[in-house]
């Protein structure tokens, strides 16, 4: 059962564009949501987060959006830059709970 | 300061054959988690230690998974019995009490022939 769901495998997008990458949640207890990237042949690093008393966190050239009513999370990356070229998971929780969920990813692809 | 190890960072093994799977989490991380990564696939959870507490095994693919997190540190994931869908690379992630944000290792990827 797979709680979290990152529908689109890959995004291409040119550089300067802005880049939305989209997640969805099944689960309500969720309360936490996490953006990690990947590169090839390293581990996951975290990159942003929101709690659910927020509707958007900016951090920089990121931005998370969270809506509790859909059960939706994006993220938006201006301008995008081809070192953000990676796979980007979503992953979500329950705080007070460290089980985290994570969704199968959505490989961007930012071209100069 | 030092982040999450792991090692080795490749194993390629026999079909059959035990293979463990060592992790360092950041000093001070009560949480400990493995994770894998088949080809093409998201991270599969697959159990999860915090504190002294029993671990939650319930990611585990079958009963030739196992994991040991020695003095509350070190984590050993062992697979007995390899099979070539064990292939992927598996990694290990720590958190602190003060927050779910986890901190992964670089993985170590496991081939299995």
């Known amino acids: 059962d797979q709680q979290v769901k990152q529908n689109s495998p890959s995004l291409s997008v040119q550089e300067g564009r802005i880049s939305i990458l989209n997640c969805d949640y099944t689960?309500?207890?969720?309360?936490?949501f996490l953006w990690y990237k990947k590169y090839p042949a390293e581990g996951p690093t975290f990159l942003i987060s929101?709690?659910?008393?927020?509707d958007k966190n900016e951090d920089g050239r990121f931005t998370v959006f969270l809506n509790k009513s859909a059960k939706h999370l994006s993220l938006h990356i201006v301008p995008s830059q081809p070192g953000d070229s990676a796979v980007y998971f979503c992953a979500a929780s329950a705080l007070g709970n460290n089980d985290m969920r994570f969704g199968a990813g959505t490989r961007l692809t930012v071209k100069p | 300061g030092a982040g999450v190890s792991q090692s080795p960072s490749n194993k390629v093994t026999e079909k059959g054959k035990d293979v463990e799977l060592r992790c360092d989490p950041i000093s001070g991380h009560t949480a400990l988690y493995w994770y894998r990564q088949s080809l093409g696939q998201g991270l599969e959870f697959l159990i999860y230690?915090?504190?002294?507490?029993?671990?939650?095994k319930s990611g585990l693919p079958s009963d030739r998974f196992s994991a040991e997190r020695t003095g509350g540190s070190v984590s050993t994931l062992t697979i007995q019995r390899t099979q070539q869908e064990d292939s992927a690379v598996y990694l290990c992630a720590s958190s602190s009490q003060r927050g779910p944000t986890q901190y992964f290792g670089p993985g170590t990827r496991l081939t299995v022939l």
């Open positions: 689960n309500s207890m969720f309360d936490y």
């Open positions: 230690f915090q504190g002294n507490s029993a671990p939650d």
């Open positions: 929101i709690s659910s008393i927020k």
